[in-house]
């Protein structure tokens, strides 16, 4: 049994009852030997009361049972909702693909800096802005880092390989300004 930090030590080991009193024993011996186990209950209850701070009185064991309810989520409050990411599955797919893009034309020679010219390019350079990296933590001054780092995270990502079939459709059907079109449009107003 883990020891809980903290508790008094009866309430870190199991309860030791007093021998059951044999099958021929008469009433009254039995109705003081469960005294005596009742007495050990109660012992162990007020200990424990009291190793939550909650002192003996009326709602003593109302305050008990809501301090050890508090343990299980149903009785928790809900944590606050957080703010939404900006990086939707749209944006991370297009992401992957447009850095892939860079680098195939010959733009750019890897991620690293394929992430520096998108960054500075738009819609790119506003949303890193509004995002404010949105959670990526960089200790480089470089401003393609955030997308360098979502590239790396999503690259193999189902959305990724959903938004690159979409790319090669447009470029199959000689259709790229609608792709382009739809990168406008995937950013949030």
Excluded at 36 to 41: G, L, P, V
Excluded at 43 to 49: N, V
Aim: charged letters at 25%; aromatic letters at 12%; proline letters at 7%.
């Amino acid at each position: 049994m883990k020891k809980r930090p903290g508790l008094p030590k009866e309430l870190t080991g199991f309860i030791e009852y007093p021998p059951m009193p044999g099958l021929l024993a008469g009433d009254d011996t039995i109705s003081q030997w469960s005294a005596q186990c009742a007495s050990i209950k109660v012992g162990k209850l007020m200990a424990l009361a009291e190793s939550y701070g909650i002192e003996s009185g009326a709602n003593q064991w109302y305050q008990l049972a809501a301090k050890l309810a508090e343990e299980f989520p149903g009785f928790q409050p809900k944590p606050a909702a957080k703010r939404p990411s900006r990086w939707t599955d749209i944006i991370q797919g297009v992401l992957v693909v447009e850095l892939e893009r860079l680098i195939k034309n010959g733009e750019a020679e890897n991620a690293t800096t394929a992430a520096r010219l998108l960054s500075r390019r738009e819609p790119w350079m506003q949303f890193l802005e509004e995002a404010a990296w949105d959670g990526i933590k960089s200790v480089s001054p470089d401003s393609g880092e955030p997308l360098r780092v979502k590239y790396s995270k999503n690259r193999n990502s189902f959305w990724a390989r959903i938004y690159r079939d979409a790319f090669n459709y447009h470029v199959l059907t000689n259709t790229i300004d609608e792709w382009d079109d739809f990168v406008r449009q995937a950013f949030p107003a």
